[in-house]
């Protein structure tokens, strides 16, 4: 999660309370993706992509409430508003992260299946909970580098000097 919002400024709903872990719902389910029916990690996908949507909404509605710059008008600043920070999250909270731990938990099933004798449900756990444990470790890695990424490309071809912040 974020860090607090200085002394005075609005707290942001999808970046500095409890609903932002709904974005790493879907990290949660591929880490039980082996102990659990594929349904259930879709729906974590489907919570993790309803976050993304409601934050790139919230973002456009707050960029159409600030006071016009000369640069640009209120639909270019929404739209990068959106753009941006739909992006950003959709890289950040779910497509990268998502990978990320179904390939470890998809090498650490296999390779507690070749280098143990473990039963399977015990390598299903062990599996499981690598994942919940690597979530924490990846996550500001993997926002550093979508800002890098969005910094290197995407937020070169927006019209203003002020850029959106996503992260």
Known sequence: MSESPPRGAERDLYRDTWVRYLGYANEVGEAFRSMVPAA?????????????????????????????????????????????????QALASVAIPGFTINRVCAASLYVLGTATRWPLAVRKWTTTALGLL???????????????????????????????SSS
């Open 40 to 88: 259930v990690v879709w729906l974590s996908y489907g919570v993790s992509s309803s976050y993304v949507l409601a934050d790139a909404i919230d973002k456009g509605k707050k960029a159409g409430e600030q006071v016009p710059s000369p640069e640009e008008g209120r639909s270019t600043r929404v739209t990068i508003a959106v753009v941006d920070t739909f992006v950003w």
């Open 134 to 164: 690597a979530i924490p470790v990846i996550i500001h890695p993997i926002d550093r580098s979508v800002d890098f990424l969005l910094d290197s490309s995407l937020r070169k071809l927006y019209p203003s000097v002020q850029k959106p």
